[in-house]
């Protein structure tokens, strides 16, 4: 399948990724690196939970949860921000953006909402 989105942000020894596909299915992988290989979590997200992602990244509110069940896996998802500072965490990673890469997914994450709703 081919992706119209494909955006990493990589850390010390983590990676965020932010996956939209030509089928408009998002998705987020988080991965840790260990022994120089990276273990990947993949959690699909659709565009409400994007929408209240951007709130946070707007500082419209604080903190978002969401629960998810995805290929008979149950994962929690935070999305934090205090002061300057924003976290994505799950329970294997959390990951910081700097204020650049805030900017940079909120723009990716608001695109992603128009292709999830747009009419082909």
Request: aromatic letters at 14%; one cysteine or more; hydrophobic letters at 40%.
């Amino acid at each position: 399948m081919k992706l119209q989105l494909n955006k990493a942000f990589f850390g010390k020894n983590n990676c965020f990724k932010l996956i939209l596909n030509t089928q408009n299915e998002c998705y987020f992988h988080f991965g840790v690196q260990q022994d120089n290989v990276y273990q990947w979590k993949k959690v699909k997200i659709n565009d409400m939970e994007l929408g209240e992602i951007v709130q946070v990244l707007r500082k419209d509110k604080p903190s978002v949860s969401f629960f998810h069940k995805y290929n008979g896996t149950d994962t929690q998802i935070w999305v934090n921000r205090k002061d300057k500072f924003f976290f994505i965490k799950v329970k294997e990673l959390s990951k910081s953006f700097s204020e650049g890469e805030q900017e940079v997914l909120r723009v990716l994450l608001e695109q992603s909402i128009w292709k999830m709703n747009a009419v082909a």
